[in-house]
């Protein structure tokens, strides 16, 4: 079973670019997840979204942005990229609570952007 | 709010040394608690997880039991191998309907042959 794909996996930008990245979650997984990670910061909740639906949104300003389409997949898009946008910034998809009652992750390689 | 703490790192050992990495967290409630490992250049992958007070979480030779008493949920593995090195995260999922993950800093790994 394929796990969760993101594209690009690499990608360099200038200050005030924007940038989209995507999210191809596992098949049958409905809530797709975005985490930022920075040294300075760590890993820092971005937004989720279920059945194309933002459920979810964590401390970022609005030049962050999110949106799934009806095949699951999601694309996160950083407008007027400033230099501490740079990070590791890591998709996630769920299938769902287990019978165990744990909300279980499953993350993607991620997608480095560096803003120059 | 939520938040979880971990023993800074990096925490260096030798092959076969025993480890423990220390992890404590704040909830309200009786949240799910996971340790995630990053190893270089890849994504997290889930290592383990309990979601009630006294389960035991293990997976290849890692093992960790969620204590509510003490709010703790320290992993340890008694045989480290070089394999090991990465970095290590404990996390929490909180059930009051917020579905983030709350992630502590990380700990390094490292381990010499």
């Known amino acids: 079973k394929a796990g969760v794909t993101q594209t690009p996996r690499y990608l360099i930008k200038t200050r005030g670019q924007q940038v989209t990245l995507s999210c191809s979650p596992i098949s049958g997984h409905r809530s797709v997840s975005w985490y930022q990670q920075t040294p300075g910061q760590g890993l820092q909740f971005l937004f989720e979204?279920?059945?194309?639906?933002?459920?979810n949104k964590g401390n970022f300003p609005g030049r962050f942005s999110g949106r799934q389409f009806s095949n699951s997949r999601s694309e996160m898009n950083v407008s007027t990229l400033e230099l501490g946008d740079s990070a590791l910034y890591l998709c996630?998809?769920?299938?769902?609570?287990?019978?165990?009652?744990?909300?279980?992750?499953?993350f993607g390689a991620g997608s480095r952007l560096t803003v120059l | 709010g939520d938040s979880v703490t971990q023993m800074e790192g990096p925490v260096t050992l030798s092959e076969e040394a025993f480890l423990t990495i220390n992890c404590t967290y704040t909830a309200t409630g009786y949240p799910s608690l996971f340790w995630y490992v990053q190893y270089p250049g890849e994504g997290l992958q889930l290592l383990l997880k309990a979601t009630k007070a006294d389960d035991k979480g293990s997976n290849k030779g890692f093992e960790a039991t969620y204590r509510k008493e003490t709010t703790s949920f320290h992993l340890e593995k008694g045989s480290v191998q070089v394999s090991d090195s990465a970095v290590y995260f404990c996390?929490?999922?909180?059930?009051?309907?917020?579905?983030?993950?709350?992630f502590g800093s990380g700990t390094r790994l490292q381990v010499q042959p």
């Open positions: 996630a998809s769920s299938g769902g609570q287990t019978s165990s009652g744990a909300n279980v992750l499953t």
């Open positions: 979204y279920f059945s194309e639906t933002q459920r």
């Open positions: 996390a929490l999922s909180d059930r009051t309907g917020r579905r983030a993950l709350t």
